[in-house]
């Protein structure tokens, strides 16, 4: 199953990560114009869900910033951390990815110029669709590495802490579900 999963990951993100690639920082001007047009550029386009924030909805994280709720023992904590630091090993690729297809689903600066309307053309749209459906399959796999993290935390509690650690899961699952919505811009 994870098997399949990484192939699927592989298959659609390493395209659009080859795209990213070619298409550059997107700071190119056009031809025969003098200077950029640094008026024109808008810094709330694109995906606004950062890495920070998909690392703040990890559920180990949660349960060990919640550890004096759950009336944790030092070792379980430590548990904890060791299960955290795997988790950040298998997600570690997909964080790089979603930097780069955060950059690919960013319109060129030239889809801007007010004199200009079909300015971005299919390609660039094209480029950008891929890239954010390919950043939230990336998204979906970290939450599905989350959910399976969270099973074997739980393991490590015992039964009093596993009925407030699963309260607090689910509210911060559907919170992260909220705030992803939110920030993919209506999408998730």
Known sequence: MRHTKVALFFLVVLPTLALAQRGGSGMSRQRGEKSADWNSVD?????????????????IKLLIDK???????DEQVNKLKDLEGKLRETNDLSFKALDSLRRAAQP?????????PTSQGDEDRDRMMSARRGFTAVVATI???YDASAKDALAILDE???????DLLEKQKKDAEEMIRDRMGGRG
């Open 43 to 59: 810094s709330k386009a694109g995906i606004k869900l950062s890495n920070r924030d998909i690392e703040n909805i990890s559920p």
């Open 67 to 73: 550890k004096k709720d759950l009336k944790l023992s």
């Open 108 to 116: 060129p600066m030239r889809a801007n110029d007010p004199n200009n």
């Open 143 to 145: 939450r599905e590495n």
């Open 160 to 166: 009093t802490q596993q009925k407030t650690a699963t």
